[in-house]
Every structure is written in structure tokens, then in C-alpha cells.
């Protein structure tokens, strides 16, 4: 097992910092070595704020760093396939945050790429570590709810990106739908085989959106390869909260997953109930970003592949992809037919 595992963080927005603070000061076995950033000023400011040894504006700079064992991709989606390449190439372990690229077809040169250079590689799909999605997993494992017949999924997030966010996207499939993608074929441990999907423009003040062929509500069917069912509606309008949630039938009863709550506090008063709502990704999924770093690191620890793997970032992918062409042409996709 090594002792510790030397890490480099490429992107430092929001979500690259958290990982960055992650290594800093949570994760045992980790070090967090250098940050980097294009950004002018912001690695070193990062660097200093977290204790890093080292910082740069170019990624290069950690792929060619012999003190660096790992690396964690948090730049734009449209770089994901070549940072991935590079880090492999340089014999860098490498945990990417979602979706691993772009299209099918980067997927698959990433995958060969991996495969030649033997490193390991997982993908942020944080729902699988969060504590209530895990135990649904092992309790459906269990045999709790017998044979998972149908998955619902529930994503709404009034938190609406910025347009140069949005025209960069990918679409509301590729970059909101796809975690329900994945913990879709997480829970129910299969794979999907058929998908349609539909959306549309429900508040006024998202029309922008339009221009980029994209939507702020849409609406996945989807059938399993064992003939089960799902259906995951994905939102941009949630003035009232950040709402997750999921449920998997089987045919021995049901789970479901995940609250609106931020506390388990309930007023009341003459005017009504009251409870506060979780507003934003960061609260409900806190706990998650952190496991599943102490996943990835503990897996290069002790040299075991990861349980979120480049196979299953390419998976998510494709049914995300997929999704996206049934809603511009209004047909049912059959995932063996997705276009590369």
C-alpha cells in the first residue's frame, strides 16, 4: 500500500476548489502538491490558502511533475479527452469530473489510451457515494425490495447557469440528466437499452436558451435491458429548492431516496408549517465530493481499480447522448444504434 498519494487539482472553480480542500485537509493518504489554474493569480492565491507546494497556469506543468502520482480533472468538458490522454500518458492516476468527454468516440480513444497505459481512472459520478444512494444500493443488493422493476429520478435545480454556461453545455441531458443516467444503472445493476426524451422552455425568463437548443424541463423514458422501466424528469425551475430524489420498485415493495430537508425540523405556527429546503447542490452533496475522493485515493492506495470507472463515465455518456438525439427528433433511441 502506498503511504501517500501526491495530488495536483487542474481547474479551481468552485467545485476544483472543494476537491482541492478535500485533499488538503480531509482525505487521508493525500497531499495536496500543486493546483493550477489559467486563470491569472488564482492557483497561487489557491496554493497558499490550502498549503500547496506549487502552482502554474498550465496543466502541463503537473503531467511533466515526477512529484505528482495523481491528478483530478476539474477544467471544461470540451478538454476532458485530452487532459485525460495527457495524465495517462504521463503515468498520472487520474479522477475526472463528469461527463468524461464530449462524445462516444473520445470516450473510446480515453478508454484505449487507459488500457495501454494501465491507470486507473474514475469518474465524479458523486451519487453513488452519497450515504443515502449507497444504502439503497446495498439494500436492494440485499434483496430488500426483490426483483427492481422500475427507477424514478427527480433532479430540480433553480440554481440556473449563465448563458456562457449554457451555450457550452452539452444540453440539460449531458449536463444535468446524465447523473440520473448513471445511478439509474447504478441502482437497478444493469444497463439501459432504449431511451425517449422531451423538453421544453416552462419559464420565460430561460427563452435564451433556445438559441442553443436547449430546455429548463425535460423528460426521459427509458427500458432496461431485463425489460424494467424508468422515467427521470429533469428541471431548471425549482424556485422552492435543490431537489434530488430517486425511488427504484421492485417486486417485493420500494426505496426511496433523498428529501428536500435540510434539517429534520418542522414549525408551526398560527400561519402554517414550516422547514427549511436545501437551496443548492453543495449542501445536499457535501458528503458525497468527500467520499468518493477517499474512494479514488484509497483505491490507488492499495492499487484496486475504482467502483465508478471510464467504462461507466462512456455508459452515462452514451445514454445522455442518446436522450438528446430523441429529443430533437422526437423518436425513440436504441442505445446499440447511438450515433458516434
Given at each position: 500500500m502506498a503511504e501517500v498519494i501526491r495530488c495536483a487539482v487542474l481547474g479551481l472553480g468552485r467545485l476544483g476548489y472543494w476537491h482541492a480542500e478535500n485533499l488538503a485537509f480531509k482525505v487521508k493518504g493525500a497531499k495536496l502538491v500543486k493546483v493550477v489554474d489559467p486563470l491569472e493569480g488564482r492557483a497561487k492565491q489557491v496554493a497558499k490558502e490550502l498549503g500547496a507546494e506549487k502552482w502554474s497556469q498550465n496543466p502541463m506543468d503537473a503531467f511533466e511533475d515526477d512529484q505528482i502520482d495523481a491528478v483530478v480533472i476539474v477544467t471544461p468538458?470540451?478538454?476532458?479527452?485530452?487532459?485525460?490522454?495527457?495524465?495517462?500518458?504521463?503515468?498520472?492516476?487520474?479522477?475526472?469530473?463528469?461527463?468524461?468527454?464530449?462524445?462516444?468516440?473520445?470516450?473510446?480513444?480515453?478508454?484505449?489510451?487507459?488500457?495501454?497505459?494501465?491507470?486507473?481512472?474514475?469518474?465524479?459520478?458523486?451519487?453513488?457515494?452519497?450515504?443515502?444512494?449507497?444504502?439503497?444500493?446495498?439494500?436492494?443488493?440485499?434483496?430488500?425490495?426483490?426483483?427492481?422493476?422500475?427507477?424514478?429520478?427527480?433532479?430540480?435545480?433553480?440554481?440556473?447557469p449563465h448563458e456562457e454556461f449554457i451555450k457550452h453545455s452539452g444540453g440539460i441531458f449531458l449536463d444535468v440528466s446524465i447523473h440520473d443516467f448513471d445511478?439509474?444503472?447504478?441502482?437497478?445493476?444493469?444497463?439501459?437499452?432504449?431511451?425517449?426524451?422531451?423538453?421544453?422552455?416552462?419559464?420565460?425568463?430561460?427563452?435564451?436558451?433556445?438559441?442553443?437548443?436547449?430546455?429548463?424541463?425535460?423528460?426521459?423514458?427509458?427500458?432496461?435491458?431485463?425489460?424494467?422501466?424508468?422515467?427521470?424528469?429533469?428541471?431548471?425551475?425549482?424556485?422552492?429548492?435543490?431537489?434530488?430524489?430517486?425511488?427504484?420498485?421492485?417486486?417485493?415493495?420500494?426505496?426511496?431516496?433523498?428529501?428536500?430537508?435540510?434539517?429534520?425540523?418542522?414549525?408551526?405556527?398560527?400561519?402554517?408549517?414550516?422547514?427549511?429546503?436545501?437551496?443548492?447542490?453543495?449542501?445536499?452533496?457535501?458528503?458525497?465530493?468527500?467520499?468518493?475522493?477517499?474512494?479514488?485515493?484509497?483505491?490507488?492506495r492499495k492499487g484496486e481499480g475504482t467502483s465508478c470507472t471510464a467504462e461507466d463515465g462512456k455508459a452515462a455518456l452514451e445514454i445522455a447522448i442518446a436522450a438528446t438525439q430523441s429529443f430533437k427528433t422526437g423518436q425513440t433511441v436504441d442505445l446499440k444504434k447511438v450515433l458516434q
Open positions: 468538458t470540451s478538454t476532458h479527452a485530452e487532459m485525460i490522454k495527457l495524465a495517462a500518458r504521463h503515468g498520472k492516476q487520474i479522477f475526472v469530473e463528469k461527463p468524461i468527454t464530449q462524445t462516444v468516440s473520445e470516450a473510446d480513444d480515453v478508454i484505449q489510451v487507459l488500457r495501454e497505459t494501465n491507470v486507473t481512472l474514475q469518474v465524479g459520478f458523486m451519487r453513488r457515494f452519497d450515504p443515502a444512494y449507497a444504502e439503497a444500493k446495498r439494500r436492494i443488493l440485499a434483496g430488500d425490495i426483490g426483483k427492481p422493476l422500475y427507477f424514478k429520478g427527480v433532479s430540480r435545480d433553480g440554481n440556473v445511478i439509474a444503472r447504478f441502482l437497478m445493476g444493469q444497463d439501459i437499452t432504449s431511451i425517449s426524451s422531451s423538453g421544453s422552455i416552462i419559464n420565460p425568463s430561460n427563452l435564451f436558451m433556445k438559441k442553443y437548443d436547449d430546455v429548463d424541463q425535460a423528460l426521459t423514458f427509458c427500458t432496461f435491458e431485463s425489460g424494467a422501466a424508468g422515467d427521470i424528469e429533469t428541471s431548471r425551475v425549482a424556485p422552492y429548492a435543490y431537489d434530488i430524489r430517486g425511488e427504484v420498485v421492485g417486486t417485493e415493495g420500494a426505496i426511496q431516496i433523498g428529501s428536500m430537508r435540510n434539517n429534520d425540523v418542522k414549525i408551526l405556527t398560527k400561519q402554517g408549517c414550516l422547514q427549511d429546503t436545501i437551496q443548492d447542490f453543495p449542501s445536499r452533496f457535501q458528503d458525497a465530493y468527500l467520499l468518493e475522493m477517499i474512494h479514488f485515493i484509497d483505491a490507488l
